[in-house]
């Protein structure tokens, strides 16, 4: 089982450029949580995808769109990049029919760096 | 915000117990105890969580008090690859709810 993976690992953006980030969920999994984290700081809350469809959404403008596949894979996107958006991006898996008391797997993260 | 409380940095022996504390004061009822840890750079991970009853599993052990308002989370033997900032989050036990992370606590297990 290959756990919940990421591309790219690293990236390099310039201001006003867009970014496409991609996460492929543990196998089994069906819903995918995307997060934001700033150096120092704990992971905060994107979005999160289930049955295609954004199901909950944090404290992000609309810069912030995601997508999900119907394979269970993710996309997050990230239009009209702000410095501020420098981050480690954090995607999560988990699957929904164990009835909510259920933990999240993380992947290894896309750092994110805005020029 | 994030509803627990932790401490910003604790230290421990290698080889001996580590002990973090996290205060939940305001849990609900439906609400459980989960615990992450992120060693640097990497994303987090899971290591154990509980409603009421103390829990224990291959990584650690978590203690919650009778009325529930605190948890200790136990690493037995600490080596020093469990140097991580650990998190302490309550969540609701419903679909599609998001984890809450706070700053958490940095241990540092020391040789």
């Known amino acids: 089982d290959a756990g919940v993976t990421q591309s790219p690992t690293h990236l390099i953006k310039t201001r006003g450029q867009q970014v496409t980030l991609r996460c492929s969920p543990k196998?089994?999994?069906?819903?995918v949580s995307w997060y934001q984290q700033a150096l120092g700081q704990g992971p905060q809350f994107i979005f999160q995808?289930?049955?295609?469809?954004?199901?909950q959404r944090g404290n992000f403008p609309d810069r912030f769109s995601g997508h999900q596949f119907p394979n269970y894979s993710s996309e997050l996107n990230v239009n009209a990049l702000l410095l501020g958006d420098s981050a480690l991006y954090l995607c999560?898996?988990?699957?929904?029919?164990?009835?909510?008391?259920?933990?999240?797997?993380f992947g290894p993260g896309t750092r994110l760096t805005v020029l | 915000d994030a509803k627990t409380t932790q401490p910003p940095s604790m230290d421990c022996a290698e080889g001996r117990a580590a002990n973090l504390p996290c205060n939940h004061s305001?849990?609900?009822?439906?609400?459980?105890v989960y615990w992450y840890r992120q060693i640097h750079s990497q994303g987090p991970q899971y290591i154990i969580h509980?409603?009421?009853n103390n829990e224990t599993n291959e990584m650690a052990s978590l203690i919650i008090t009778e009325d529930r308002k605190s948890s200790t989370l136990i690493l037995p033997h600490a080596t020093l690859r469990d140097t991580a900032v650990y998190y302490c989050?309550?969540?609701?036990?419903?679909?599609?709810?998001?984890?809450?992370f706070g700053p958490g606590t940095r241990l540092s297990v020391l040789p």
């Open positions: 999560a898996s988990s699957a929904d029919s164990s009835g909510g008391n259920n933990e999240q797997f």
């Open positions: 196998s089994g999994h069906d819903t």
């Open positions: 995808y289930y049955e295609e469809e954004e199901r």
């Open positions: 989050i309550v969540r609701v036990a419903r679909h599609g709810q998001n984890f809450v």
């Open positions: 305001t849990i609900s009822g439906n609400e459980y």
């Open positions: 509980g409603l009421k």
